[in-house]
């Protein structure tokens, strides 16, 4: 089946995204970027428009449209603030992950704070100082207490970590054991024990908030553990390939906005008695954009529906992630070049689309990981290089 | 309250508009809902909501909004946006632009009244691509209902069997009484905040400006809201059209500017060649 429509649900669930974000979210974004101020009133609007429960069952506060609408969505957001879409990404997959993984009273207590933006933010606390793409080297310990579990250790790079209402924390519930020993847990942000350090200055992305978590003897109750003792890791995995979707989709979604931006300026700018656009060197430039974001957007699109289709989509997912952040990368670094030294003020948006795309070749999986997760698919699976 | 809305498809007025010989050419044009009738979409939902009730779960409706459009079966996509919005139900009158006039659209509407029985029938002010700004007029005068054309401002009488219509004219505002049923067509400043008062929200209730955005929400919910389909035939209107298209023409090419040297030419040339000093 080929079939590159669109149905009617998801043109207007991109159109609602598009037109919220060019009218609310647009005109600030450079501040948010200069200020560093957390888009809280923006995400309390996301949340009431049913942005942050886009795949989540209606009965638990989502709009349940599924894995294309959050990617096209995700991409209008992006494309006006990419760091307002973070908290978002961040948000819709902590709610993914314990419709999924959770039990029905979880589900109940915990998602439709999430998508009513009541918890304001969901937060993923897997990463740690020593165990970035190793998340299996974690040292953060939950140890059995009477009444539940107590987690000791520290994390690194959580995004909303200061204004989240809920994460999902992992944590080694038997450090013997390697990956099969970590568990997953879900702490409200408010539990004694758990605080969260300074603000990590950035190069980019300065609106959405990236903070360590220490935990000192915080103490959970039995209901806090997620999908099982030692599912951890592989409820962790689960949760990243949806994430990289959305990781996809906001780099298509800066890409698009880099694009656009520098279409405006080649026409308007002139040097040699003519407009930049009529150079062949710059028109090349900007086709060999628009073809690497047009690939991008159907890797990703394509993940998507594979997601929706309930079809096997790791190695989709890891492609769409590594192509179209890369790709965006370049369309970046394009659109600074074609505007010249405007390109490198802050007098124009492309500067700030640079920053705030670096980050997606890095999070949600480096470039690097993304090509193991490929090479393992391609290798091991029955699937190998087909599709 | 029953409102029956228009919602007519318009060429993106912010698109270069094209020319084929003697007519506009519409292939590869993005149409968007006429903003003046997606304003009466609002307008229909402030009127019959209680916006102050119902709490994150939406505001409690109260009444019915009827969409209705005249074109082509793609104009279910703009239904159907006005349905995500919140509209209860919509009508597509299948008809060809090019074979209707502003009386015609009268005359349907008319009978699509005296079918759906509402208590008012509200419309933008005006079509973007036409501007022709007579059919609201044309249908009042049809259904002999008492008319109030580019309303600023609506507020609901106390008893509900009238409406208090706010015109912005040059003097200032006049309001008028009309008492229902009654045609009310609505210019841009009736998405103002609190350009609506329907005697349910709250007073002091202050809307975001503009049309509501689609939630996802209402968007899925659309999704099982009816589209009647009907036809000009069906509705008993036989084609006649009291205004023909005769010639399209484009503007002519504006002329490029001349740079002037100084302010000494600049005054001299607006008082030498243009004659405005």
Do not use: F, H, M, W
């Given at each position: 089946m080929m079939d590159f429509e669109l149905t009617d649900e998801q043109r207007l669930i991109r159109d609602t995204a598009h037109d919220f974000a060019e009218r609310e979210l647009r005109p600030r974004a450079a501040e948010r970027d200069r200020t560093g101020q957390f888009p809280v009133e923006e995400l309390r609007a996301l949340a009431k428009l049913g942005l942050l429960g886009v795949n989540v069952p209606e009965p638990l506060g989502g709009a349940a449209a599924g894995a294309i609408a959050y990617a096209l969505a995700m991409q209008e957001i992006a494309r006006a603030d990419a760091s307002v879409s973070v908290a978002m990404a961040v948000t819709n997959m902590v709610a993914e992950v314990i419709v999924r993984f959770g039990t029905e009273p979880q589900a109940r207590e915990h998602v439709p704070r999430l998508t009513s933006g009541e918890s304001l933010a969901g937060a993923f606390a897997l990463s740690e100082p020593q165990a970035g793409s190793d998340p299996a080297a974690m040292a953060t310990t939950a140890k059995r207490t009477p009444s539940g579990w107590r987690i000791d250790g520290a994390k690194q790079w959580i995004t909303s970590g200061d204004h989240a209402g809920l994460f999902v924390v992992w944590a080694k519930t038997d450090p013997a054991t390697g990956a099969r020993g970590i568990s997953a847990f879900l702490v409200k942000g408010n539990t004694s024990g758990l605080s969260c350090g300074r603000r990590e200055h950035k190069m980019g992305l300065n609106g959405s908030s990236t903070v360590p978590l220490r935990f000192d003897g915080c103490e959970v109750g039995e209901e806090a553990l997620l999908g099982g003792l030692g599912q951890g890791f592989k409820i962790a995995l689960a949760a990243l390939d949806g994430g990289r979707i959305g990781i996809a989709s906001q780099a298509l979604g800066v890409g698009r906005a880099a694009l656009e931006a520098t279409r405006t300026y080649v026409k308007e700018r002139h040097q040699f008695g003519r407009p930049l656009a009529a150079n062949q060197a710059v028109q090349f430039r900007l086709a060999d954009v628009a073809t690497e974001l047009e690939a991008a957007r159907l890797l990703t699109l394509r993940a998507a529906w594979r997601k929706e289709q309930g079809m096997p989509f790791t190695r989709e997912a890891s492609m769409a992630k590594l192509y179209a952040s890369e790709a965006t990368g370049r369309a970046c670094d394009a659109a600074v070049q074609l505007h010249?030294?405007?390109?490198?003020?802050?007098?124009?948006?492309v500067e700030r689309l640079l920053r705030d795309a670096r980050v997606q070749r890095i999070y949600e999986g480096t470039s690097e990981i993304q090509r193991l997760v490929i090479a393992r698919e391609l290798l091991s699976s029955e699937r190998g290089g087909g599709t | 309250m029953k409102i029956l809305v228009t919602l007519k498809r318009v060429p993106d007025p912010e698109q270069k508009v094209k020319f084929k010989g003697d007519a506009i050419d519409f292939t590869g044009v993005n149409w968007v809902p006429n903003q003046f009738d997606e304003y009466a979409v609002e307008a229909a939902l402030r009127l019959t909501e209680n916006a102050s009730a119902g709490g994150a779960g939406g505001a409690v409706r109260d009444g019915e909004v009827v969409v209705v459009s005249i074109g082509p079966k793609e104009v279910a996509q703009q239904l159907r946006a006005a349905l995500a919005m919140g509209a209860d139900r919509a009508i597509l009158i299948d008809g060809d632009d090019g074979a209707l006039d502003a009386e015609m659209v009268a005359r349907t509407l008319v009978k699509l009244v005296e079918q759906e029985k509402p208590d008012l029938l509200l419309m933008g002010k005006?079509?973007?691509?036409?501007?022709?700004?007579?059919v609201g007029q044309l249908a009042a005068g049809y259904l002999h209902w008492p008319q109030a054309t580019f309303a600023a401002t609506i507020q609901a009488a106390e008893d509900g069997k009238a409406l208090d219509v706010g015109r912005e004219v040059d003097s200032g505002v006049e309001i008028k009484r009309v008492t229902l049923p009654a045609v009310v067509t609505v210019d841009l400043?009736?998405?103002?905040?609190?350009?609506?008062?329907?005697?349910?929200?709250?007073?002091d209730h202050a809307y975001p400006e503009g049309p509501r955005y689609a939630s996802l929400k209402g968007i899925m919910a659309a999704k099982k809201k009816p589209i009647t389909e009907t036809a000009l035939a069906t509705l008993g209107i036989a084609p006649s059209l009291?205004?023909?298209?005769?010639a399209v023409t484009a503007p002519p090419a504006r002329k490029a500017g001349v740079k002037v040297a100084s302010v000494e030419e600049l005054v001299a040339k607006l008082h030498n060649e243009a004659k405005v000093l």
């Open positions: 010249g030294g405007y390109g490198y003020t802050r007098e124009y948006p | 005006l079509a973007a691509d036409s501007e022709n700004n007579q400043r009736i998405i103002a905040p609190q350009a609506i008062k329907n005697g349910k929200t709250a007073p009291r205004v023909k298209t005769t």
